[in-house]
């Protein structure tokens, strides 16, 4: 099903959805950077092992976090307020969710060993695959990987110049010190979220492998 993407359409879904719960969104993101700060310098502390122990502590809460916000996102294009057991619930998914990132992390590195613009084109193509896991819980990281180079097939210059448009909102984080990330973070979060439904919704029907 072919569609037109509408940047602004989506954009202005994002500020529709976060109203009345940004305050959630910042205050979510506050707590997570703060305890993955706390945790990870309480176990590097630890004799000889510590910055072992810190580095694994850091990986896992990413999976574990990746997941939720993920899911807290795609949950607010459906207009379902955000709530912390959501981000917990990416502590049962934290394996599949390191997975996948390391797949996207890995395969990203080695396309950029031929050429920045390969792993740029090969990033956007493995762009929806954190969507895809969180959208359809059976699915496998390699499986996951696998459509969303799918349904990314034929859409991957409308998500770069999607990104692009984002470029005066990153500009205004650096202007501000930071502060402007507050809500420029939740809006081009949601604003992606969105854009995986419509993404998905021009390539239906999934294509799991047996």
């Known amino acids: 099903m072919d569609r037109t993407l509408d940047r602004a ?26 305890a993955t700060a706390l945790i990870t310098r309480i176990l590097g502390l630890i004799p000889v092992i510590g910055w072992i122990l810190s580095a694994v502590a850091s ?25 912390m057991d959501v981000i917990i619930s990416g502590a049962a998914e934290w394996a599949r ?10 395969f990203t590195w080695l396309w950029s060993l ?18 895809i896991l969180v959208d359809n819980p059976e699915i496998s990281a390699g499986d996951a990987l696998k459509e969303s180079m799918r ?20 500009l205004l984080i650096s202007v501000t010190l930071g502060i402007a990330a507050l809500y420029v973070g939740p809006y081009i979060n949601t604003t992606y979220a969105n854009y995986y439904r419509y993404v998905r919704d021009c390539s239906p029907a999934i294509r799991v492998a047996d």
Do not use: C
């Not at 896992?60 to 955000?82: E, F, V």
């Not at 097939?153 to 909102?169: N, T």
């Open 114 to 131: 031929l050429l920045v613009v390969p792993s740029i084109i090969k990033g956007l193509s493995y762009s929806q695959a954190t969507y």
């Open 151 to 170: 349904i990314m097939d034929g859409h991957k210059m409308e998500l770069f110049v999607l990104q692009l448009s984002f470029i005066p909102w990153v």
């Open 59 to 83: 990986v896992g809460i990413s999976a574990i976090t990746t997941y939720g916000l993920t899911k807290i996102y795609l949950n607010l294009t459906d207009n379902i307020p955000p709530t």
């Open 9 to 34: 359409a989506l954009k202005a879904a994002a500020k529709e959805q976060m109203r009345g719960n940004l305050g959630q969104l910042i205050l979510y993101t506050v707590v997570i950077g703060i």
């Open 97 to 106: 969710t390191l997975v996948t990132l390391l797949l996207v992390g890995v």
